[in-house]
């Protein structure tokens, strides 16, 4: 694996020390004679994935637009994954203020908000990649997370999918039997793994700087992700087969640190809206140019098989997947409920809206 440096986790607390000791602070500091903050200010961006992912292009369009916008008073530093810490140590770091903002894998984040790990669960969402791009990008549906995240300290900015998960393994998984002795890699929620239980798979929770090492020493034997991630970390090197059963979308948030947004002042709250909003829909293309250069690349680079399932492979993972949901509501209750609810009514709605949608989902 040649662009992702490993063993990022032991040094978080000095990493927190020395984000709280850096001299730009994380909200602008009065002038003395007048209320007007003292500019410019720098805002601290950690993100899950390595420098060319979507994350880290999403940040660069965010830092652009964000400097512009605010006629360069605002400026972000930008950590790429492997720079601070594991997901978790992320949102850790924006829960006590260190880091502003940051990217928050639902796959990670279940553990501390149950509710999102409705994202982990498969066949839920549309086929339709922008019935699924229109729905994640409501305001309704952040509405719907709003509680959730505040309660947690967090602020929620927004939704972002990256993706079709693809799965990686040493063979084609064509039905739900061939995860039988398996064991795959999940993200470090609990939720996440529940899927992969109902196919009949032992599962492994791993951070994912440690997919790589784990896949070649054949602690796991499989995991799942979209394939500009399969590609930049290097999964297609130690592993023989990709199934494309699109499962679930990878989605992603972005959060900041509550209490630092609400102080913020009102010009600074809007720049930053402004700014997320016009890199939504660029967030969009951008995974969707990655995810299909990356899979030329792939291909070119190396010998792994690419399986493409038909639509009755599907549907029976489709059933098989559907009790991983009665393990959601018990982890997420009654809100979780409601709002699997919300969503599935959501995406139908948006498909029946949406003329070319494919609607064999769900
Ligand atoms: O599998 C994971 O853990 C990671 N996958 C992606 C595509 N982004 C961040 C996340 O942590």
Redesign the pocket.
């Known amino acids: 694996m040649r662009r992702f440096c490993r063993g990022l986790t032991p040094l978080l607390l000095t990493v927190m020390l020395v984000l709280a000791g850096c001299s730009d602070s994380p909200a602008p500091v009065s002038s003395g004679d007048d209320d007007k903050p003292s500019y410019p200010v720098t805002w601290r961006f950690a993100l899950?994935?390595i420098e060319g992912?979507?994350?880290h292009r999403y940040a660069l369009e965010f830092k652009d637009r964000i400097e512009r916008i605010s006629d360069g008073n605002i400026l972000v530093d930008i950590f790429p994954?492997g720079s601070i810490g594991t997901?978790l140590q992320l949102t850790e770091l924006v829960r006590e203020g260190s880091v502003h903002l940051a990217?928050a894998?639902p796959?990670?984040l279940a553990n501390v908000i149950p509710e999102v790990g409705v994202f982990t669960l498969h066949y839920l969402l549309s086929d339709d990649e922008e019935v699924n791009r229109d729905v994640l990008a409501s305001d309704e549906l952040k509405q719907l997370f709003h509680e959730p995240y505040s309660e947690q300290g967090l602020k929620l900015h927004g939704f972002v999918p990256?993706g079709w998960m693809v799965w990686t393994a040493n063979k084609p998984l064509r039905s739900p039997a061939d995860f039988d002795g398996l064991t795959i890699r999940t993200?470090?929620s609990d939720i996440a793994e529940e899927t992969y239980r109902t196919y009949g798979a032992a599962t492994s929770q791993v951070?994912?700087s440690q997919?790589y090492s784990d896949l070649q020493l054949r602690r796991i034997d499989g995991?799942a992700?979209?394939v500009?991630?399969i590609e930049e970390m290097g999964f297609y090197e130690v592993q023989g087969v990709m199934t494309f059963a699109r499962p679930a979308q990878?989605v992603?948030s972005v959060v900041s640190n509550t209490s630092w947004f609400d102080a913020l002042p009102e010009d600074q709250k809007l720049w930053l809206e402004d700014a997320m909003d016009e890199v939504a829909p660029l967030a969009y293309e951008v995974q969707a140019e990655l995810n299909a250069s990356r899979l030329n690349t792939i291909t070119e680079i190396s010998n792994i098989r690419v399986v493409e399932l038909n639509e009755e492979e599907r549907s029976r993972f489709r059933e098989a997947s559907l009790p991983a949901r009665e393990a959601y509501f018990r982890i997420a209750g009654e809100r979780g409920a409601a709002i699997l609810d919300q969503l599935l009514t959501m995406v139908s709605t948006t498909e029946s809206a949406t003329p070319t949608a494919d609607t064999t989902a769900q």
């Open positions: 899950e994935e992912s979507v994350q994954y997901s990217f894998s796959g990670h990256e993200m470090t951070p994912f997919v995991q992700n979209p500009f991630a990878f992603t």
